[in-house]
């Protein structure tokens, strides 16, 4: 690996954004700004942050219910997806997708999906016109530890496997799945899965290294922009909050000790560290860095309360190209 | 009689029914954390009826991992051999992940092996529709299993109706899909501390009237009695209906209704096209129509998916505002033909 | 004009659709083979359109696992992403497979992501009942996906709507599902050569009348036309209805057909529950109510799966003596009335 | 494996019975005395037989479309299966099967399914009620080659894996899955797939041979009996017929090499010669043993012939235990 010092300042400057971003939309959820709730990405931004830098601006992505770090970690603006959060007008789904449903095309972004696993497919079927138009780009689909159970999975890499579609299948091991601990429902391991559909696995143990996530998922790209097909990456990592903000479990299912050994692994301060011990930044920029981050958050939810909410008639938009007189 | 949430009722009827028959089990994701409140355990916070897996133990209580068409299908094949699982899948929206399990297996194996198994099964959901949790969390699908032949469908709106027509679904020998509306969830009501079981196929008459007959269901019934309290300041009479098992339907009990009021307002929080209220239309137009003085009108979510943002969401499902709104306008044309 | 098989004319629409646009693909479980004739190719004998591997090679046509839940979301992304994909999922059974994908996925991407994305992509199937497959092979779900906002749904019923109405879907940058019966696929007609296409919702008035509505679809429009001529010889004047398209449903010409004719039946093969039959009796009983003379009568499948035995199958689809059975009763009806 | 000639020859006799029921059902088809069409066994007899007594009386099984062999395998009387074909009153399920439809329970037969793989976690959940109610009993699902692309099959097989269900997941590779050759929508190798999902897999190369087949599903269910959980089989077989009777794909889509050289592996063929050789039983006990079969078959249709159609108010029986007044 040679990167460049600028991709891996963006990199670290990706990961603070999602850190902060979710920071603050888990206040705004606390304090009723944001309705319903949200699913942070605390914690696990290399792993976010790896593979998507390791994607190329024109290719494609399909997130999960834990996605907004998925369009920033791509290069969305915070903006829109801040104005989304809340439900505004200039939200980047207009208002009428929220925190589950981020999407944001210009990035690649091809949507969330509040339905555990159901993105799996659509990244296969981006690939699959990529194959077809012959256009060069490729797809990734993030999905978690718990997503690896849905057999839409199995299909898609089967799918994938027999047309040599450039798709990554990315899985963000966080070894739990809302309260249920990832072994007690995981038989074998999941990158094990690949070979059977004759794919690669890779199992990236360290996810919170952001070049550890990008080098393997790296060659996963490469390998499918030579045609050569798919692979099934996954990345053990850990979600330092509550499954969604506001829920409370209780602790028992996680325990104390794991949890604040996985603390001390936080990816932004190792990396950190190591921008500093390998002389690519000197703290003084790493806290610049910081602070610029921090008032682009500031900045989102500036857009945000200015914002107008969308007009009521809106939610009659969008759903037909051509609309149906049919809507009551 | 205890004052109990719906939720708590819910609780309350599982563990009797576990309690009573050593065959019941309990399958889902996030069962053994008590996650959603029904199955006590670890999030103490909101279970009202113990730990269930210290209660029943793990052969009984089944966690699982995300694969909701293995989860009702094994419930399924469960259920042909000796079990009586009650299925816990959380989300209505859910349900599409299993639905081939649900239409091909679930409802269709008694039939077509000409009564060989029967299929003492039942599967929970909630319907999250009404909390800006965007499209993909607030579908209310039940209408399109009242299109499948062989499935019983529920939606209690009650505490009491909840935990009367959980027990008896786990005591059907068929199989039972209760719909809850998470907004109701919450709401407390009297319930008997003893046993019961509320028979399939009869509706509950809210309160009782002479000029209009209300059909609601689900979360639209708590408006539409609203809307009825509402309407009687104004002198209007409404009778307010809610059938509480869609499959199957107590059409008597509606027929004769209308009968006597001669008009309906159908109050139902699916979506318009084919929803339940389509369904109680077309009977009434079929078997009422000497009795109706008045179009019928259909009180739905309209045929557009759900909104995130509170700013749209709100106004698509049947408030009481808009069902006394179609009441006033039936009963207006009693006025007009009357005068 | 030519004269056509019903399975020739979606033949020639498919092969016109990808001459037209190199983004139409075809994808596929057997398309290669052309086992279920629309797509040319080794299995000759059904075949009225080529080799459609010959002419657009593997690249186009795309021949899949048996995977329908990654073939529908897939032909999702793909149309999300650039093509226009026709999908051929053979029979309609197996449309639950992929529920999930159809409704949280196709429905309501669009919308969710306000309108960021459109989703071309036409998903055609074929319904099988009346042939004594039994009940995996024999349902006919429409009413279950037009209850899903944003899907377009076709039932065409002659080789001339077959044709014209696939290609309206092709072109078309909304998600559609085409429903036909297996019963149709041999019946001919008489077809253009050219290009053309049908708009959606626009229903076909096969036969004009004055004493009835009866309003068909799918493979009860044949058994409803007879049916009206078998009338017409005891003095009854049927109009007869095929929408064509569920949803968009051109329910004008229905309203406007029942307030000539002053009575509506509705002839509709899905079970009965909820029914796009119940749809259309509860638009006309709350759109055309001060029209209506007689109750509305619908002409469903009854709400029990499919058998296999032909001593059981037969009687349960509308028939053209059902039907007209239907017409005499609101006719008589309205010769009471008169009295 | 040691096993006594009367198993043995019992073996023969039901790769007998399912030829020349199959066989007959064929015939049956192309006269239009069974209605709709049939999916038959012929070829894949010592797949099927050698599975099927694998299995002790009790244990449970799943069928897919081509299941006639699976209850006959599982030592299902031939009368009520073949009035079943017919659509009669006597009928294994009163008529309201059929051929995709099969179901017999008194031999833990539960049924085939239509839909391809749809009857997977059926047999999963039979597992789950044998380990909850500790009976002991083992349960085999069989699917094909095409099937074992259904995503239900990885969710079951995951699941069975966690909770150790005495489950036998058993893949008819017949090479084919109605005109597409497995190999070209298949990516990876079938029995590989087990690996990942924590389980054994094996693959019989040698699906004509009866006892290759026994044994491999033999020590899969000993494995589920002891209670170590689920396997995965895979029989390499061939299906001799077309996808179905009566269909016509042309041969293009299967080499006629490749089919002649697999009809010289008939099992039945093969398994004779070795019954001999083996001085099991004499050529004349064997003459004698296809002699019966004819007549059990024979049997089976006069049975047919001798039974009544169901009257049409069977239509409406049986779709719930407590009828419900709404049917039409
Ligand atoms: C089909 C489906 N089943 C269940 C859920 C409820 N649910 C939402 S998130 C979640 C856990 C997902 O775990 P994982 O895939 O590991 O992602 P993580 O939350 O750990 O990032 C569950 C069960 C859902 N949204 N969709
Ligand atoms: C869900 C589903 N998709 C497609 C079909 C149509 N179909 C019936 S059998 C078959 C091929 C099955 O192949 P395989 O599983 O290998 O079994 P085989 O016929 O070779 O024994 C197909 C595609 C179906 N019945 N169900
Ligand atoms: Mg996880
Ligand atoms: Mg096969």
Same mark, same amino acid.
């Given at each position: 690996?040679?990167?460049?010092?600028?991709?891996?300042?963006?990199?670290?400057?990706?990961?603070?954004?999602?850190?902060?971003?979710?920071?603050?939309?888990?206040?705004?959820?606390?304090?009723?700004?944001?309705?319903?709730?949200?699913?942070?990405?605390?914690?696990?931004?290399?792993?976010?942050?790896?593979?998507?830098?390791?994607?190329?601006?024109?290719?494609?992505?399909?997130?999960?219910?834990?996605?907004?770090?998925?369009?920033?970690?791509?290069?969305?603006?915070?903006?829109?997806?801040?104005?989304?959060?809340?439900?505004?007008?200039?939200?980047?789904?207009?208002?009428?997708?929220?925190?589950?449903?981020?999407?944001?095309?210009?990035?690649?972004?091809?949507?969330?999906?509040?339905?555990?696993?159901?993105?799996?497919?659509?990244?296969?079927?981006?690939?699959?016109?990529?194959?077809?138009?012959?256009?060069?780009?490729?797809?990734?689909?993030?999905?978690?530890?718990?997503?690896?159970?849905?057999?839409?999975?199995?299909?898609?890499?089967?799918?994938?496997?027999?047309?040599?579609?450039?798709?990554?299948?990315?899985?963000?091991?966080?070894?739990?799945?809302?309260?249920?601990?990832?072994?007690?429902?995981?038989?074998?391991?999941?990158?094990?899965?690949?070979?059977?559909?004759?794919?690669?696995?890779?199992?990236?143990?360290?996810?919170?290294?952001?070049?550890?996530?990008?080098?393997?998922?790296?060659?996963?790209?490469?390998?499918?922009?030579?045609?050569?097909?798919?692979?099934?990456?996954?990345?053990?990592?850990?979600?330092?909050?509550?499954?969604?903000?506001?829920?409370?479990?209780?602790?028992?299912?996680?325990?104390?000790?794991?949890?604040?050994?996985?603390?001390?692994?936080?990816?932004?301060?190792?990396?950190?560290?190591?921008?500093?011990?390998?002389?690519?930044?000197?703290?003084?920029?790493?806290?610049?860095?910081?602070?610029?981050?921090?008032?682009?958050?500031?900045?989102?939810?500036?857009?945000?309360?200015?914002?107008?909410?969308?007009?009521?008639?809106?939610?009659?938009?969008?759903?037909?190209?051509?609309?149906?007189?049919?809507?009551? | 009689?205890?004052?109990?949430?719906?939720?708590?009722?819910?609780?309350?009827?599982? %563990?009797?029914?576990?309690?009573?028959?050593?065959?019941?089990?309990?399958?889902?994701?996030?069962?053994?954390?008590?996650?959603?409140?029904?199955?006590?355990?670890?999030?103490?916070?909101?279970?009202?009826?113990?730990?269930?897996?210290?209660?029943?133990? %793990?052969?009984?209580?089944?966690?699982?991992?995300? =694969?909701?068409?293995?989860?009702?299908?094994?419930? @399924?094949?469960?259920?042909?051999?000796?079990? %009586?699982?009650?299925?816990?899948?959380?989300?209505?929206?859910?349900?599409?992940?299993?639905?081939?399990?649900?239409?091909?297996?679930?409802?269709?194996?008694?039939?077509?092996?000409?009564?060989?198994? =029967?299929?003492?099964? $039942?599967?929970?959901?909630?319907?999250?529709?009404?909390?800006?949790?965007?499209?993909?969390?607030?579908?209310?699908?039940?209408?399109?299993?009242?299109?499948?032949?062989?499935?019983?469908?529920?939606?209690? =709106?009650?505490?009491?109706?909840?935990?009367?027509?959980?027990?008896?679904?786990?005591?059907?020998?068929?199989?039972?899909?209760?719909?809850?509306?998470?907004?109701?969830?919450?709401?407390?009501?009297?319930?008997?501390?003893?046993?019961?079981?509320?028979?399939?196929?009869?509706?509950?008459?809210?309160?009782?009237?002479?000029?209009?007959?209300?059909?609601?269901?689900?979360?639209?019934?708590?408006?539409?009695?609203? @809307? @009825?309290?509402?309407?009687?300041?104004?002198?209007?009479?409404?009778?307010?209906?809610?059938?509480?098992?869609?499959?199957?339907?107590?059409?008597?009990?509606?027929?004769? =209704?209308?009968?006597?009021?001669?008009?309906?307002?159908?109050?139902?929080?699916?979506?318009?096209?084919?929803?339940?209220?389509?369904?109680?239309?077309?009977?009434? @137009?079929?078997?009422?129509?000497?009795?109706? %003085?008045?179009?019928?009108?259909?009180?739905?979510?309209?045929?557009?998916?759900?909104?995130?943002?509170?700013?749209?969401?709100?106004?698509?499902?049947?408030?009481?505002?808009?069902?006394?709104?179609?009441?006033?306008?039936? $009963?207006?044309?009693?006025?007009?033909?009357?005068?």
């Amino acid at each position: 690996m040679n990167l460049s010092p600028e991709i891996l300042l963006e990199m670290q400057r990706r990961m603070l954004r999602i850190r902060r971003f979710d920071e603050r939309a888990s206040k705004m959820v606390k304090r009723g700004h944001i309705p319903g709730t949200v699913h942070t990405s605390i914690g696990q931004e290399a792993q976010v942050v790896g593979a998507c830098m390791a994607l190329g601006d024109r290719d494609y992505m399909t997130g999960n219910h834990r996605s907004h770090g998925h369009p920033i970690g791509k290069g969305s603006p915070l903006g829109p997806l801040m104005a989304e959060l809340v439900g505004k007008a200039t939200g980047v789904c207009g208002g009428k997708g929220g925190s589950l449903h981020l999407a944001d095309f210009k990035v690649g972004s091809l949507g969330e999906s509040g339905i555990v696993g159901s993105s799996i497919p659509i990244a296969t079927g981006a690939a699959l016109s990529s194959k077809v138009l012959g256009n060069g780009k490729v797809s990734l689909a993030f999905f978690g530890d718990g997503a690896a159970n849905q057999g839409c999975l199995y299909e898609a890499m089967n799918l994938a496997g027999v047309w040599d579609l450039p798709v990554i299948f990315l899985c963000e091991n966080n070894q739990y799945a809302l309260s249920t601990p990832a072994h007690t429902v995981t038989s074998g391991v999941i990158a094990d899965r690949a070979a059977g559909f004759g794919m690669p696995g890779v199992r990236v143990e360290d996810g919170q290294d952001v070049l550890a996530v990008y080098e393997a998922v790296n060659s996963a790209v490469e390998r499918a922009r030579r045609g050569d097909g798919p692979s099934l990456v996954e990345v053990v990592t850990y979600r330092f909050n509550e499954h969604s903000e506001g829920l409370r479990l209780g602790t028992d299912y996680r325990d104390a000790d794991e949890r604040s050994s996985w603390l001390e692994r936080d990816p932004i301060v190792l990396f950190r560290r190591r921008l500093v011990a390998d002389g690519i930044a000197l703290d003084d920029e790493l806290d610049e860095l910081e602070a610029s981050v921090l008032t682009e958050v500031d900045d989102a939810v500036a857009f945000t309360d200015a914002s107008p909410y969308p007009h009521p008639s809106v939610a009659f938009a969008d759903l037909y190209t051509d609309p149906i007189g049919a809507l009551a | 009689m205890t004052i109990m949430s719906y939720l708590g009722a819910i609780g309350a009827a599982q %563990r009797e029914a576990m309690e009573a028959d050593e065959r019941v089990v309990i399958i889902g994701e996030d069962v053994e954390a008590n996650v959603y409140g029904t199955t006590g355990g670890a999030g103490k916070s909101r279970a009202e009826e113990g730990d269930f897996l210290q209660m029943f133990g %793990r052969n009984r209580i089944r966690n699982t991992p995300i =694969s909701e068409e293995v989860i009702v299908g094994a419930a @399924a094949g469960a259920a042909m051999t000796g079990l %009586r699982p009650i299925v816990d899948l959380s989300y209505s929206s859910f349900l599409y992940m299993a639905m081939d399990q649900f239409v091909n297996q679930v409802a269709k194996n008694r039939y077509m092996f000409g009564g060989q198994a =029967s299929l003492p099964v $039942v599967f929970r959901s909630a319907m999250f529709y009404g909390l800006n949790t965007g499209a993909h969390h607030s579908d209310r699908p039940y209408p399109m299993f009242m299109n499948v032949p062989g499935l019983k469908i529920v939606v209690p =709106s009650t505490p009491y109706d909840a935990k009367g027509l959980l027990r008896a679904a786990v005591d059907s020998d068929d199989p039972v899909l209760i719909f809850e509306a998470c907004t109701l969830w919450g709401t407390k009501g009297e319930v008997p501390e003893e046993e019961y079981s509320i028979p399939f196929g009869v509706a509950n008459i809210l309160r009782p009237g002479t000029d209009v007959t209300i059909v609601a269901i689900s979360s639209a019934v708590p408006e539409a009695v609203a @809307a @009825a309290e509402e309407l009687a300041l104004s002198g209007i009479s409404a009778e307010v209906i809610d059938p509480r098992t869609l499959v199957p339907l107590d059409k008597e009990t509606i027929i004769s =209704s209308v009968q006597r009021t001669g008009r309906l307002v159908v109050a139902d929080p699916a979506h318009r096209t084919c929803s339940a209220a389509a369904e109680i239309s077309a009977i009434v @137009a079929e078997e009422a129509f000497e009795s109706l %003085r008045a179009p019928i009108i259909r009180v739905t979510t309209p045929d557009t998916q759900i909104p995130f943002s509170p700013a749209l969401e709100k106004q698509l499902y049947p408030s009481r505002t808009t069902i006394a709104d179609a009441v006033r306008t039936v $009963v207006g044309e009693r006025v007009m033909t009357q005068a």
